[in-house]
């Protein structure tokens, strides 16, 4: 209902992603998301918008989206700014975690393994709550902490207490570096572009790879992931060349997203 709604006033939905509209001048941008909206549009036309969705629906105008889906967002005139402040704030107080100044995720000489010679595990479901947390903030606003919320999520069935460890840490690098985020130009000098690397053979036990990618836009992250890929690559060209595969897909993306909205890349 909706969307025939928005259709009716020159709303179009993209091909791409079916909850972005675009208005029939190009001006004007909707994006829902459940029962939340999110307008974009050239100043003088949002009082426009606004009055358009209040006269068919009872909603409440909350103005500039400060804090959105958990996330906040500031503005000024040089940049607009993107973090989960918030939410790491509350993570020591949620899980009885002592203070702790931490400056990295996790160190680089530490390798996660599911050999455990100890006779006890730690509580696996307070350790899925640690990762499930760090997840979320690395799929949000943190691209600073995917690699290590992968290599977590590996152990989700049969942590160790080395496990429970390095989440235990993250949360408190988490808590520690909350106003870290994302920060996009407001200059238009900066071009779209991506990233894409991989290691050879670096999970221990299974001897796959692992791809690590970031796309860039305004100076700022939209795409970003490190995943282990799904075969085992006989050299390290060929790991790079399945990490470089995979990006293109999120290339092709974000040209016929823009494409989509009138914004060709």
Not at 34 to 42: F, H, P, R, Y
Not at 56 to 79: A, E
Not at 93 to 120: A, C, E, G, M, N
Not at 191 to 200: E, F, I, K, Q, R
Request: aromatic fraction near 10%; glycine fraction near 4%.
């Amino acid at each position: 209902m909706f969307d025939r709604y928005l259709r009716s006033k020159h709303f179009k939905p993209s091909k791409v992603d079916p909850c972005l509209y675009v208005h029939s001048s190009k001006k004007a941008f909707i994006m829902t998301h459940v029962d939340d909206c999110l307008a974009v549009a050239e100043p003088e036309l949002m009082p426009e918008i606004v009055n358009m969705i209040k006269s068919q629906y009872s909603i409440r105008d909350l103005g500039f989206p400060g804090n959105y889906l958990g996330l906040q967002l500031s503005r000024t005139p040089k940049y607009l700014e993107l973090t989960c402040r918030t939410f790491c704030e509350s993570l020591l107080k949620r899980f009885s975690l002592p203070y702790r100044l931490v400056t990295t995720p996790i160190p680089s000489s530490v390798q996660l393994t599911s050999f455990d010679q100890s006779d006890t595990k730690p509580d696996s479901s307070k350790f899925r709550q640690y990762v499930g947390c760090i997840n979320w903030a690395a799929e949000h606003a943190r691209p600073d902490v995917a690699q290590v919320a992968h290599q977590l999520s590996r152990h989700l069935n049969n942590p160790s207490y080395a496990h429970l460890s390095q989440a235990t840490r993250t949360i408190q690098y988490l808590h520690c570096t909350r106003h870290l985020g994302i920060r996009y130009s407001a200059k238009h000098d900066h071009p779209a572009c991506g990233y894409t690397d991989s290691d050879w053979a670096g999970c221990i036990e299974t001897r796959q790879s692992t791809s690590g990618k970031i796309f860039m836009m305004q100076g700022g992250a939209v795409i970003w992931g490190s995943h282990r890929q799904h075969s085992i690559a006989l050299s390290s060209a060929e790991a790079e060349m399945v990490a470089l595969s995979d990006s293109a897909h999120d290339a092709h993306f974000i040209r016929c997203l823009h494409a989509s909205i009138y914004m060709p890349i």
